[in-house]
């Protein structure tokens, strides 16, 4: 457990494949191995709060990893959190610095102990069914013979499994979280053509062509070693499919251009919990001029009428808000098209509740989307619809 911490302290490097590659060093069994991995989990999902507890009360780390998992503090740590003001606490709570937690802040005021209850939780596994292989029931019925637990979420496309999940020719499913596939929602009944412009391994393009079976789809990404990967994710998906170079696109314009941009990844710390110590202050500050250029040239690909659309996984308005805001003072071109206009269009174009997608969303974000922390909720992602003139 030491050498985990040093190594990470080290480098911050991906957490997962540092376990990985430490733990093979120890003759474990399968249950100290479990334990060593919450542990060290634990560090990372409350890394700030115990360093700064360990100074205050000259306790030594890995005492504190153990005693604060266990939930078996003793007096003098009880006493040391009793004597923080409650923001401190938050903020301690949430293991980012002072920057940080103002930036959470200005959006979260009033849902500060949700996001903690949400951030320090476990992400539920959500699948995405591919619909133009196999009907959502078909896959439901599939998993619940094998032993997997399946409850159907709001978008047809999603599921919601507890259980092992393994892959089969006859079925055909993605994993892919259920924020991820709302998404879809913003895609207008009109629109024959999507590009999927931060393609990644094109997750969300896929999705918005499973939900919208009309679509034609086209991928870009300045990762080409990537092609190969969305290529075969989109045949198996059964969708139109194409994938261009960057010199490509400037050739052609799209009723649709989606931004997946490059972010902090703060919206999904319950996944990878160390990314909030890899994305300080000045690094996001980079990656906000960063998404700037990137919608910028993205806009460039907007044919006349048509819509663009910003997304990130970040909780924090520098990366999302601010971005829009400096976007719109460069281009008069376009304006923005109020998220909750286009989801009620779309949930009743589907044969969704609106009532409870609405729930599922922070109201006071409109025109904007942001989903809302909740226990076993959607990942915390940040949209705007933009529509050129």
């Known amino acids: ?45 409350y890394r700030i709060l115990l360093q700064q507890a360990s100074r205050s009360i000259g306790m030594d780390i890995l005492t504190l990893i153990v005693m604060h998992y266990e939930d078996s503090v003793d007096d003098v740590y009880r006493s040391w959190w009793q004597s923080l003001e409650k923001r401190e606490q938050q903020r301690l709570l949430l293991s980012v610095d002072d920057w940080g937690f103002r930036q959470i802040e200005a959006v979260y005021s009033e849902r500060l102990d949700a996001l903690i209850d949400y951030v320090q939780g476990r992400a539920p596994t959500t699948l995405l069914v591919l619909l133009r292989r196999n009907a959502s029931d078909v ?26 999940i393994r892959d089969e020719a006859d079925i055909f499913f ?18 024959s053509k999507i590009l999927d412009y931060c393609a990644g391994y094109g997750g969300k393009g896929i999705a ?11 991928a870009s990404d300045i990762r080409q070693e990537l092609k190969a990967t969305v290529v075969e994710r ?18 052609s314009l799209y009723p649709l251009v989606v931004v997946d941009a490059p972010c902090s990844g703060s919206g999904v710390w319950r996944r990878n919990p160390e990314d909030r110590y890899r994305f300080g202050q000045s690094q996001v500050k980079t990656l906000s001029d960063k998404q ?40 008069s071109q376009f304006s923005i098209v109020p998220a909750e206009r286009r989801l009620r269009e779309n949930c009743q174009i589907l044969g969704i509740n609106h009532e409870a997608i609405e729930h599922l969303l922070i109201p006071e974000s409109y025109p904007y989307l942001r989903i809302a922390p909740q226990v076993n909720g959607g990942d915390l992602f940040f949209a705007c619809l933009l529509k050129k003139s």
């Open 292 to 331: 700037l250029d990137i919608l910028l040239q993205a806009g460039k690909l907007v044919e006349s009428g048509g819509e663009l659309l910003y997304i990130t996984c970040s909780l924090y308005p520098i990366e999302n808000e601010d971005v829009i805001e400096r976007f719109l003072a460069k281009t």
């Open 174 to 191: 993605d994993v892919q979280d259920h924020s991820s596939q709302l998404m879809a929602l913003f895609v207008s009944q009109q629109t």
């Open 234 to 251: 989109a045949k198996r998906a059964g969708i139109k499919f194409r994938w261009k170079s960057q010199k490509e696109l400037a050739k």
């Open 139 to 164: 896959v439901r019925e599939h998993l619940i013979e094998r032993g997997v637990q399946v409850d159907p979420l709001l978008m047809s496309s999603a599921l919601w499994v507890r259980g092992r």
């Open 208 to 218: 918005m062509a499973t939900i919208w079976p009309h679509i034609e789809l086209t």
């Open 1 to 45: 457990m030491p050498d985990l911490i040093e190594a990470f302290e080290r480098g911050f490097g991906k957490a997962d494949l540092l376990f990985k590659r430490r733990i093979r060093r120890y003759h474990l069994t399968k249950e100290a191995r479990f334990l060593v991995m919450d542990y060290f989990y634990h560090y990372l999902r």
